[in-house]
Nanobody, 115 residues
Framework: QVQLVESGGGLVQPGGSLRLSCVLSGSIFTSYTIGWYRQSPGKQRELVAT????????TYADSVKDRFTVSRDNAKNMVYLQMNSLQPEDTAVYYC????????WGQGTQVTVSS
């Protein structure tokens, strides 16, 4: 059973940075493209970044391109999201999960961008 645990969120001022982490239990982790998602109150969950199993290919939503960077460490079953130049519209709960197949969602980690 795959379990997902996100961490690293917090309160940051506009223009600031945060690095989110996601640990995925289970040996199958390295076989899947993983995505970072976010959900703001009253909005649908949206996909913001993906990374292929070997880490060689990444994609980003237009709204975060050139500001966010996704990476992974398969030896540690970890996926990261480096977020720079954060803006109030980035405020959301952030989740990791598979891109083409999903497992039970974790609790997510809250990111609040506010002055």
């Amino acid at each position: 059973q795959v379990q997902l645990v996100e961490s690293g969120g917090g309160l940051v001022q506009p223009g600031g940075s945060l690095r989110l982490s996601c640990v995925l239990s289970g040996s199958i982790f390295t076989s899947y493209t993983i995505g970072w998602y976010r959900q703001s109150p009253g909005k649908q969950r949206e996909l913001v970044a993906t990374i292929t199993p070997g880490g060689g290919s990444t994609t980003y939503a237009d709204s975060v391109k050139d500001r966010f960077t996704v990476s992974r460490d398969n030896a540690k079953n970890m996926v990261y999201l480096q977020m720079n130049s954060l803006q109030p519209e980035d405020t959301a709960v952030y989740y990791c999960n598979g891109r083409f197949r999903t497992w039970a969602w974790g609790q997510g980690t809250q990111v609040t961008v506010s002055s």
